[in-house]
């Protein structure tokens, strides 16, 4: 069976910074690129990066490109999400979420982060 | 960037009908190997998404054959027959055509 827990969220002050981590199980985590996916409260959701099985490449929406930095640890199974420079509208449930050729086929329970003062 | 515009916003259905949710693309769908790069997704109430179909008309596995999608490049529709109360939620379409990912704004379904 496909897990995917995510860990690293909480409260945080505007500016400051916070590294989001993705436990994979119950596949080749090592053969599959993986995304970051957010949803603001009560909004919908917004695909924010992707990441090459080998972290040969990525990719960022442009409302985090320059302060959020994805990668992974295959020899551990983990997926990160490094985030900097966080603002308010960054709060939201982080979902971490497995890609194949089926698409964005399993996601993660997701982990709340809020930027408050 | 894409931009998927789905309708209506919310659907009220009796359990055992049908409901139909429309997507539509700002830009065709069909990638340069005949895929057609669209997907559907259900959140249900306080839960994380869950593939329904991919590749704009294939189920995923262990979707109940309830639920269909068909389309052209632009213009998408999932089908609900015989709506169940499990079937609550908020539906989202998505591509993964090129970067960024985008989905549409969810269409909320209720059961009358």
């Known amino acids: 069976e496909v897990q995917l827990v995510e860990s690293g969220g909480g409260l945080v002050k505007p500016g400051s910074s916070l590294k989001l981590s993705c436990v994979a199980s119950?596949?080749?985590?090592?053969?599959?690129?993986m995304h970051w996916i957010r949803q603001a409260p009560k909004k919908g959701l917004e695909w924010i990066a992707l990441?090459?099985?080998?972290?040969?490449?990525?990719y960022y929406a442009d409302s985090v490109k320059g302060r959020f930095t994805i990668s992974r640890d295959n020899s551990k199974n983990t997926l990160y999400l490094e985030m900097n420079s966080l603002r308010s509208e960054d709060t939201a449930m982080y979902y971490c979420?497995?890609?194949?050729?089926?698409?964005?086929?399993?996601w993660g329970q997701g982990v709340m982060v809020t930027v408050s003062s | 960037d894409i931009v998927l515009t789905q309708a209506p916003l919310s659907v009220s259905v009796t359990p055992g009908e049908s409901a139909s949710i429309s997507c539509r693309s700002s830009?065709?769908?069909?990638?340069?190997?005949?895929?057609?790069?669209l997907y559907w997704y259900l959140q249900r109430p306080g839960k994380s998404p869950q593939l329904l179909i991919y590749?704009?008309?294939n189920l995923a596995s262990g979707v109940p054959d309830r639920f269909s999608s068909s389309g052209s490049e632009t213009d998408f529709t999932l089908k609900i027959s015989k709506v169940e109360t499990e079937d609550v939620g908020v539906y989202y379409c998505?591509?993964?055509?090129?970067?960024?990912?985008?989905f549409g704004s969810g269409t909320k379904l209720e059961i009358k």
């Open positions: 979420a497995k890609n194949s050729n089926q698409g964005v086929d399993y």
């Open positions: 119950g596949f080749t985590f090592s053969s599959y690129g």
């Open positions: 990441i090459y099985y080998d972290s040969s490449n990525k």
């Open positions: 830009k065709s769908l069909l990638s340069s190997k005949g895929i057609t790069s």
């Open positions: 590749q704009m008309s």
């Open positions: 998505g591509h993964r055509l090129e970067y960024p990912l985008t």
